[in-house]
């Protein structure tokens, strides 16, 4: 196991937020989802479900119905300022949550399960990395999420077999960046925050 090369990817995994019409190789989706898969979850519940959109018509309609949805909504003092900018960018009525990427994969889990966000992110960050190794770029996606009790948007992903007892933790856009050398920026950026302290 080669430490430096994982630190590497880890460090070197950007968010990526304009992609080509490029589809994304099954072999290559197929180890994504694997490393999703393969995250660790409380208990080895093992209860994380992927769902995985690739069909662009799907795409557009969940397009569609998020930016209506959002356009329903009006800003609040104190919002979290990316559902603000949903929300400012759906009432403009050109809003593509998922930055048009080939390929979105929403992590859901079980509503009642009380490890169900973290199970989740595991899952979501393994899927970047291994998309990073892919020479893929990926970004997490938290509209679906924050629609996820909402009553249009629950209906359309029972249709595409998500449970009712299931809610929406968090999603991923995957595919081939827009570059130049079409390849994800990996340039890490500084650390601003996330101290670390020392109990001695």
């Known amino acids: ?11 070197s995994r950007r968010s990526t937020r304009k992609y080509t019409d490029r589809p ?6 197929m180890q994504i989802l694997e490393a999703g898969r393969y995250a660790p979850s409380g208990g080895n519940s093992q209860t994380t479900h992927f769902l995985v959109i690739s069909n662009k018509e799907i795409l557009r309609e969940l397009a569609v119905l ?15 300022a ?14 593509i949550f998922y930055y048009n990427a080939p390929v979105l994969i929403l992590v859901a889990n079980q509503r009642d399960y009380g490890n169900n966000m973290a199970d989740s992110a595991c899952a979501l960050e393994n899927m970047m990395i291994m998309a990073n190794a892919l020479d893929l770029g990926s970004c997490w996606i938290n509209q679906v999420h924050w629609l996820t009790d909402n009553p249009v948007i629950c209906e359309y992903l029972s249709g595409l077999g998500l449970s009712g007892e299931e809610c929406v933790c968090g999603g991923l856009a995957v595919g081939y960046p827009d570059t130049e050398d079409g ?16 109990a001695e």
């Open 1 to 11: 196991m080669n430490a430096a090369k994982a630190l590497e990817l880890i460090k």
């Open 24 to 29: 994304v190789e099954p072999e290559k989706l």
């Open 66 to 80: 998020v930016m209506q949805e959002f356009s329903k909504m009006e800003v609040t003092e104190n919002m979290y």
């Open 82 to 95: 990316s559902i603000a900018n949903s929300i400012r960018a759906s009432k403009g009525g050109k809003y």
């Open 183 to 198: 390849l994800p920026v990996r340039s890490p950026l500084p650390r601003k925050g996330n101290p670390v302290t020392y």
